[in-house]
Structures are given as C-alpha cells and as structure tokens.
Nanobody
C-alpha cells in the first residue's frame, strides 16, 4: 500500500519560512519523480514544484521560483519543500505527489499517480 504523508504546515506571518516534508512508503521511492501542489479555497489544485528521481533537475511555478526550494533524501524516502518569504497568497493546502517511475519532471497534476492527504499552510498579513 502506497502512502504519502505530509507534515510541517502551520500558521505563520508574512515573510516567515516553513519546511514541508513528505515521507513515502510502499514504493521504490528513489525511482519516482516527486511534486508539490497546492489548493487554495475555491481554486483549482495548482503545481508548485517538482524534481526528478535523483533531484538532479527541478522545476518551479512562477510564484514559487526564487522563494521555494524542492529537495529529496532518497535514503529517508522523503521529499521537502522549503518555503521562504511566505505571502498571504501562499495560503493553501499543500500536497505531495509521485509521478510514474521513469518519467521526467512534469507540472501536470494528471500525470501524478499517488497523492498525500495534504498539510495546511496559512500565512497571515
């Protein structure tokens, strides 16, 4: 059974930082590209960041570029999202997801096959 468990969300002030973690079990983690998405109330789930199986290539949304960093520790079966200089517009539920093994970076949520339950990030002004 594949499980993705996010953690690290919370309530912070604008300008603060948070690091989200996503621990994965039930699959060969080091073979899977991983991504982060977010969904704000009343909005579609949107792409945030992704990286290849080895972390060698990363890609970010325009809103995340320069503020967020995605990374992974294959020995710990964990992917991270370091978020700096948070803004109220970053308020959302953040989800990690796994794309099929052997694929490259992808920003399309339809290409991801496993999803976590999400962790809430709230940024106050």
């Amino acid at each position: 059974q594949v499980q993705l468990a996010e953690s690290g969300g919370g309530l912070v002030q604008a300008g603060s930082s948070l690091r989200l973690s996503c621990t994965v079990s039930g699959l060969s983690f080091s073979s899977y590209p991983m991504g982060w998405f977010r969904q704000a109330p009343g909005k579609e789930r949107e792409f945030v960041a992704t990286l290849t199986w080895d972390g060698g290539a990363t890609y970010y949304s325009d809103s995340a570029k320069g503020r967020f960093t995605v990374s992974r520790d294959n020995a710990a079966n964990t992917v991270y999202l370091q978020m700096n200089n948070l803004r109220p517009a970053d308020t959302a539920v953040y989800y990690c997801a796994a794309a099929p093994a052997g694929t490259g970076v992808t920003t399309k949520k339809a290409n991801y096959i496993y999803w976590g339950q999400g962790t809430q990030v709230t940024v106050s002004s």
